[in-house]
């Protein structure tokens, strides 16, 4: 058995050692006897400035609910809305990445066929310039 296991938290433990101590249980004890032990020591020496959004996360992982207040409930709400629009920020970031990357090479291909032979860049340019109407007649 590890020492680890017999190590338990205090009321002045931080919640790092919070989840230390229960990771330290599951290997000594197992899973299930582990969240009783943890849960029973979280009853006698556990605090609300303890029960943070990351506590309640990991234990919840585990299979563990511990009591919260009105304020920690909203609190884990608006992280779990704060986590959406990260992961959401994120997909936002590679997608307006990659239409700039296709809008820039779909300009510079039309950049490169423009020079490549000079009677398009007169076209084109008549074509931008009467929006379309100088290919209808044949310009």
Same mark, same amino acid.
């Given at each position: 058995?590890?020492?680890?296991? &017999? !190590?338990?938290?205090?009321?002045?433990?931080?919640?790092?050692?919070?989840?230390?101590?229960? #990771?330290?249980?599951?290997?000594?004890?197992?899973?299930?006897? /582990? !969240?009783? &032990?943890?849960?029973?020591?979280? @009853?006698?020496?556990?605090?609300?400035?303890?029960?943070? =959004?990351?506590? #309640?996360? =990991?234990?919840?992982? %585990?299979?563990?609910?511990? %009591?919260?207040?009105? &304020? /920690?409930? =909203?609190?884990?709400?608006?992280?779990?809305?704060?986590?959406?629009?990260? #992961?959401?920020?994120?997909?936002?970031?590679?997608?307006?990445? /990659? &239409?700039?990357?296709?809008?820039?090479? @779909?300009?510079?291909?039309?950049? =490169?066929?423009?020079?490549?032979?000079? %009677? !398009?860049?007169? #076209?084109?340019?008549? /074509?931008?310039?009467?929006?379309?109407?100088? %290919?209808?007649?044949?310009?």
């Amino acid at each position: 058995m590890s020492t680890q296991c &017999l !190590n338990i938290p205090t009321s002045q433990s931080d919640v790092s050692f919070w989840i230390a101590w229960h #990771r330290a249980l599951k290997k000594c004890v197992g899973s299930n006897k /582990a !969240n009783s &032990l943890w849960t029973d020591a979280w @009853g006698r020496f556990g605090s609300d400035d303890k029960n943070t =959004y990351d506590l #309640r996360q =990991y234990l919840t992982g %585990e299979g563990i609910t511990i %009591e919260q207040g009105v &304020l /920690a409930h =909203y609190t884990d709400v608006i992280g779990g809305v704060g986590s959406f629009i990260g #992961r959401g920020a994120k997909f936002g970031q590679v997608m307006g990445m /990659a &239409l700039g990357i296709i809008l820039v090479g @779909g300009v510079g291909m039309i950049i =490169y066929q423009m020079t490549k032979s000079p %009677e !398009n860049i007169t #076209r084109s340019v008549a /074509a931008i310039g009467t929006k379309g109407k100088s %290919e209808m007649i044949g310009v």
